[in-house]
């Protein structure tokens, strides 16, 4: 049944926007066009701040300072339990979700997928947002300047989600 829902729901949303643009007389193509126009101006809009964000995480990664910043950190962490291995995605999350995703896979094959360390990725890929990205795209894409509340709130929601993914997996598991 579920599989039968998840095949069906785009053709019938489809069926529903173009019957409900049809009732309420509203020229179907031209406004799809025009949507489309927006949407292709938003791109461009966007795609230097996005290029960047993937150019300073590449520059990161390559540079070594994630291995070193791990190095550093490991007595501090391990008094809390909290798994080394985590560590690069509790710094790249708010950064890149395709880079976290990356860690998290990587994470799962080494370790396992019910290890403690495969577990707290699980929970904090959940828990936590690709805040930097989000707030690069959705604020250029409305030319929105001033985030400093912004980014200071996410950030400290996104740490609440990398703690609460420990204790909660200390909790449950």
Not at 49 to 70: D, H, K, P, Q, Y
Not at 97 to 103: H, P, R
Not at 142 to 149: P, V
Request: proline share 3%; no cysteine; charged share 10%.
């Amino acid at each position: 049944m579920l599989n039968l829902i998840s095949i069906s729901i785009t053709p019938i949303l489809l069926l529903l926007i173009i019957t409900h643009g049809l009732f309420k007389r509203v020229n179907i193509f031209s406004t799809f066009t025009s949507g489309a126009k927006t949407g292709i101006q938003t791109v461009f809009n966007i795609l230097p701040t996005l290029v960047a964000i993937l150019i300073a995480i590449s520059m990161f990664n390559a540079s070594g300072a994630l291995e070193l910043l791990g190095k550093l950190l490991a007595p501090i962490l391990n008094i809390i339990n909290f798994p080394l291995e985590t560590l690069p995605l509790a710094i790249m999350r708010p950064i890149s979700g395709g880079a976290s995703l990356a860690i998290v896979s990587n994470i799962l094959k080494t370790t396992g997928i019910s290890s403690y360390a495969g577990r707290v990725a699980s929970v904090m890929m959940g828990s936590t947002e690709t805040t930097f990205y989000v707030i690069a795209v959705y604020f250029a894409a409305i030319r929105i300047k001033n985030m400093r509340h912004t980014l200071k709130a996410a950030l400290i929601a996104d740490l609440a989600g990398i703690i609460a993914s420990v204790i909660v997996v200390q909790f449950f598991f």
